[in-house]
Nanobody, 114 residues
Framework: VQLVESGGGLVQPGGSLRLSCVASGFTFKNYGMFWYRQAPGKERELVADISSGGGRTNYADSVKGRFTISRDNVKNTVYLQMNSLKPEDTAVYYC????????WGQGTQVTVSS
């Protein structure tokens, strides 16, 4: 199993980024997927999740209305579209596969700063 995130970077407040997580080594369409983030000195927190078919999504209150999780079960990829970014969104963002065994990506850094 491999999860590879990309799309992070430096962006100004109010800007947008789209993160991608490409999955391999398992049947992607059978698993719910999650995006987490961890800011310096803070615990890792759940940002958003999506069901295996993509029909159900959930968001942390802090990102509702600004972030959108989606998936493409043909491309084996889960996305996190992040709009109206704030400095407090600065963190390393990780994707995780659901199921009885945890698998995590290596993370991608998002920095929101002017």
């Amino acid at each position: 199993v491999q999860l590879v995130e990309s799309g992070g970077g430096l962006v100004q407040p109010g800007g947008s980024l789209r993160l991608s997580c490409v999955a391999s080594g398992f049947t992607f369409k059978n698993y719910g997927m999650f995006w987490y983030r961890q800011a310096p000195g803070k615990e890792r927190e759940l940002v958003a999740d999506i069901s295996s078919g993509g029909g159900r999504t959930n968001y942390a209150d802090s990102v509702k209305g600004r972030f959108t999780i989606s998936r493409d079960n043909v491309k084996n990829t889960v996305y996190l579209q992040m709009n109206s970014l704030k400095p407090e969104d600065t963190a390393v963002y990780y994707c995780r596969r659901g199921g009885p065994v945890d698998y995590w990506g290596q993370g991608t850094q998002v920095t929101v700063s002017s």
